[in-house]
């Protein structure tokens, strides 16, 4: 299948400091990927979709002057955590679409701890 | 929007034995069921999906079924191993390559 690859697989930051994860498609192109928050035993929350060149779109109650998405090309798009704080502690993860209409596959996530 | 609720939420089952796990979903437009496995600490791995114009697929040990009419979909594994012991996720989209709805997860665990 499909390789996407996510980074750093670990991070912890004090209070206040900015956090950026990279979510990239090894081996194909991924116009739309998707960002999700997963807390401990819980399933995944869809945070955003995430469009090459173009602003990306939240689901409702996610912050994104807080979550801040980039997808500056086919293969790569970041998600920056600004000004964390300990209730953003959880693990994030990408995932992207293999081809138009096609299965999506996923990052291994990113588990952010903020102290 | 979507809803998709899965049960159980944890089940525990001998090595060999089979295993089922149930999800049901709210929107008749979907048509896209994937199932994941995730392991502690990663993120999900797709194991199998199903698109409504099939009622059954197989690979190996898994198998999905679907449901249209009734709304829902499960997921069966036959002789379980204890290298299956994951959490398992269902999952219904309107399009194979959109977003996801998921299920709340089945923490199985297969006993040797």
């Known amino acids: 299948g499909a390789v996407v690859s996510q980074h750093p697989s670990r991070v912890i930051c004090k209070s206040g400091t900015s956090v950026k994860i990279e979510c990239r498609s090894l081996?194909?192109?991924?116009?739309?990927m998707f960002w999700y928050r997963q807390f401990p035993k819980q399933s995944l929350m869809l945070m955003a979709t995430s469009n090459e060149g173009s602003k990306a779109t939240y689901e409702q109650g996610v912050e994104k002057d807080k979550f801040l998405i980039n997808h500056a090309s086919l293969t790569l798009s970041t998600l920056t955590v600004t000004s964390a704080h300990p209730e953003d502690s959880s693990f994030y993860i990408c995932s992207a679409e293999w081809k138009a209409g096609e299965k999506l596959f996923f990052g291994s996530g990113t588990q952010l701890s903020v102290l | 929007g979507e809803n998709v609720e899965q049960h159980p939420s944890t089940l525990s089952v001998q090595e060999g034995d089979s295993a089922v796990i149930k999800c049901t979903y709210s929107d008749s437009a979907s048509n896209y069921f994937p199932w994941y496995k995730q392991e502690l600490g990663k993120g999900p791995q797709l194991i199998i999906d199903i698109r409504s114009n099939v009622g059954e697929k197989k690979d190996q040990r898994i198998a999905v079924t679907l449901n249209k009419t009734a709304k829902h979909f499960s997921l069966h594994i036959t002789e379980t191993q204890p290298e299956d012991s994951a959490v398992y996720f269902c999952?219904?989209?309107?399009?194979?390559?959109?977003?996801?709805?998921f299920g709340g997860g089945t923490r199985l665990m297969v006993k040797p």
């Open positions: 081996d194909f192109q991924a116009t739309t």
């Open positions: 999952a219904a989209s309107i399009g194979a390559g959109n977003m996801l709805t």
